[in-house]
């Protein structure tokens, strides 16, 4: 299999059927070199507008439209020194009484060192120190919509999106739906570090170089899926979120049927007791949630 480097001279602000900057064999690896949410490259200058500017798009030869596009995350190392976030959380996830007492969403930077793993608020408020371990994350990937869409990188759908799934990190895989010839996949906004939510509406935003492989399977699924070393996940994007939360609690009991052998009543059993959500993003126009289940509990049943 083949390793390709990935230099953009361009970068998207929608995920679509837009020419591939590059075309890959299934099994093949790329590197690449993101920039941030708002467009700053790793020098500090800004070369893009935002909302989250997208890498490719990447074609992978063979895919097709009911095809699974299966992207493994191998490695992720921060490029810059520093990113950003909002100082404030987000107006939509508080209460609206409590809107008024909120400070102003101004931009607060953060120092990342690399070698140690940890991201340090700069200037915080008085009497305050936050120093954290970083855990690199794609906050916005996927594959070109269906039928011809051009879909803003602010949101996400089936194919993927602007999910901000804080487990989408070194590591992970995660399986994107195709609904075009070559699947055509994006990435960007990484974060240097994310809670559940996003709920001051950015991460530690902040350049990543990524290397990751795509490879073409022959499974159709509806909505995303992915796996880490521990867990299995599906993820549904949608407002209001009970509506997300139903695609992804109905996407693993297929995948719970196709792969593992269980039944509906036996997915129902196991699910009902056993499985975690998480919320991906709760920003954004479309909200994501995870369904989760750790992979221990499926051992003796058969993943395709």
């Given at each position: 299999m083949a390793?390709?480097?990935l230099t953009p001279t361009t970068y998207h602000n929608v995920l679509g059927t837009l020419p591939a900057a590059l075309t890959v064999a299934s099994g093949d690896t790329v590197t690449t070199e993101t920039i941030d949410a708002n467009g700053w490259d790793k020098h500090g200058k800004k070369v893009w507008t935002g909302p989250n500017p997208m890498n490719g798009p990447i074609a992978v030869a063979g895919?097709?439209?009911?095809?699974?596009?299966?992207?493994?995350?191998?490695a992720m190392q921060p490029i810059r020194p520093t990113g950003w976030t909002r100082?404030?959380?987000?107006?939509?996830?508080v209460d609206p009484?409590?809107?008024?007492?909120?400070?102003?969403?101004?931009?607060?930077?953060?120092?990342?060192?690399?070698?140690?793993?940890?991201?340090?608020?700069?200037?915080?408020p008085a009497g305050f120190a936050l120093t954290l371990p970083m855990a690199p994350m794609i906050g916005c990937l996927g594959v070109a919509p269906a039928m011809g869409q051009a879909i803003s990188t602010a949101t996400s759908g089936e194919y993927g999106g602007n999910m901000d799934y804080r487990r989408l990190g070194p590591g992970a895989t995660i399986w994107f739906p195709v609904s075009t010839l070559g699947a055509l996949f994006f990435l960007g906004d990484a974060h240097a570090l994310q809670g559940d939510g996003e709920i001051v509406g950015t991460g530690i935003e902040t350049c990543f170089q990524i290397t990751f492989r795509l490879s073409v399977e022959k499974r159709r699924l509806i909505w995303p899926r992915g796996q880490t070393e521990r867990d299995i996940f599906t993820l549904g994007n949608a407002r209001p979120l009970d509506q997300a939360l139903q695609h992804?609690?109905?996407?693993?009991?297929?995948?719970?049927e196709q792969d593992y052998g269980l039944d509906i009543r036996a997915a129902g059993h196991l699910m009902g007791q056993a499985v975690r959500y998480d919320i991906g993003n709760v920003f954004d126009p479309a909200y994501t949630v995870a369904c989760r289940l750790p992979r221990a509990l499926l051992a003796g049943y058969s993943a395709a």
């Amino acid at each position: 299999m083949a390793h390709h480097i990935l230099t953009p001279t361009t970068y998207h602000n929608v995920l679509g059927t837009l020419p591939a900057a590059l075309t890959v064999a299934s099994g093949d690896t790329v590197t690449t070199e993101t920039i941030d949410a708002n467009g700053w490259d790793k020098h500090g200058k800004k070369v893009w507008t935002g909302p989250n500017p997208m890498n490719g798009p990447i074609a992978v030869a063979g895919a097709e439209p009911g095809d699974s596009l299966r992207v493994d995350i191998l490695a992720m190392q921060p490029i810059r020194p520093t990113g950003w976030t909002r100082a404030a959380l987000a107006e939509n996830v508080v209460d609206p009484d409590f809107v008024t007492a909120l400070p102003p969403r101004d931009r607060a930077t953060w120092t990342i060192d690399g070698n140690a793993g940890t991201v340090t608020l700069q200037d915080p408020p008085a009497g305050f120190a936050l120093t954290l371990p970083m855990a690199p994350m794609i906050g916005c990937l996927g594959v070109a919509p269906a039928m011809g869409q051009a879909i803003s990188t602010a949101t996400s759908g089936e194919y993927g999106g602007n999910m901000d799934y804080r487990r989408l990190g070194p590591g992970a895989t995660i399986w994107f739906p195709v609904s075009t010839l070559g699947a055509l996949f994006f990435l960007g906004d990484a974060h240097a570090l994310q809670g559940d939510g996003e709920i001051v509406g950015t991460g530690i935003e902040t350049c990543f170089q990524i290397t990751f492989r795509l490879s073409v399977e022959k499974r159709r699924l509806i909505w995303p899926r992915g796996q880490t070393e521990r867990d299995i996940f599906t993820l549904g994007n949608a407002r209001p979120l009970d509506q997300a939360l139903q695609h992804a609690t109905t996407e693993m009991t297929r995948w719970l049927e196709q792969d593992y052998g269980l039944d509906i009543r036996a997915a129902g059993h196991l699910m009902g007791q056993a499985v975690r959500y998480d919320i991906g993003n709760v920003f954004d126009p479309a909200y994501t949630v995870a369904c989760r289940l750790p992979r221990a509990l499926l051992a003796g049943y058969s993943a395709a």
